[in-house]
């Protein structure tokens, strides 16, 4: 199946803890997102890589750390993780421009205890 | 700040009637685009309207674009439950070049009671 898929759907965890959460898409899309949807389904954007270059980074604090190790691969580690990092976590790709819309992963729902 | 909002926040209508969301957005714009999320899943891109067309049709959603008003809306004809979701409308700013940020508003939620 062609698509964005994201791992894990879930994610508990203790404060403190360092975890990560992988993305791979085989729609041969060129960009690829990370966003952050908190508990009111507001959605922003937190990092884009283009063919494996970092080309936003939206004032995240630097606890987060992309990595894309190909331009079908995004990554997304978590160091020393906090209460108010508890979102859900999804990934997304595009063609270059986005003109034909983004797709999604499934989101990986993060819960930090 | 957010670039998008959207109005109503919820909206509940019986089955067969149309539903309309409005979405207003702050800066110009390259183009605007409309996403269903289902609860507990990742957001499906629906339909895209670029700056310079100001309506589109795909199936039973019909976008408006007004780019002197900022704003836009999505209407579901002959709705059914199977529309119940959220539904986003999203906006690549002008000047943002080849990045491809989407910036979305937050989102109407729409139940489609059978």
């Known amino acids: 199946d062609t698509a964005v898929s994201q791992t894990p759907k879930y994610l508990v965890t203790q404060m403190g803890n360092d975890k990560s959460i992988k993305c791979e898409q085989n729609l041969g899309h060129d960009t690829m997102y990370w966003y952050k949807q908190d508990s009111k389904k507001f959605l922003k954007i937190m990092f884009s890589y283009n063919n494996k270059e970092l080309i936003i980074n939206e004032t995240v604090p630097n606890r987060f750390s992309p990595k894309s190790p190909d331009k079908a691969h995004l990554n997304l580690h978590i160091n020393s993780l906090e209460l108010g990092d508890s979102a859900v976590y999804f990934c997304?790709?595009?063609?270059?421009?986005?003109?034909?819309?983004?797709?999604f992963g499934s989101g990986t729902r993060l819960t930090v205890v | 700040s957010q670039q998008g909002e959207e109005d109503p926040q919820a909206l509940s209508i019986q089955e067969g009637e149309n539903a309309t969301m409005n979405c207003s957005y702050k800066?110009?714009?390259?183009?605007l685009q409309w996403y269903r999320q289902n609860s507990g899943r990742g957001l499906v891109h629906l339909i895209l309207i670029r700056s310079n067309e100001r309506e589109k049709h795909s199936g039973r959603l019909r976008v408006t674009l007004d780019t002197s008003k900022k704003s836009s809306s999505l209407l579901i004809t002959a709705s059914r439950a199977a529309d119940t979701a959220s539904y986003f409308c999203a906006t690549v700013p002008q000047g943002s070049g080849n990045t491809g940020k989407l910036i979305f508003g937050q989102g109407t939620t729409l139940q489609v009671k059978p």
């Open positions: 997304a790709s595009s063609q270059t421009d986005s003109s034909y819309g983004y797709t």
């Open positions: 800066t110009s714009i390259n183009n």
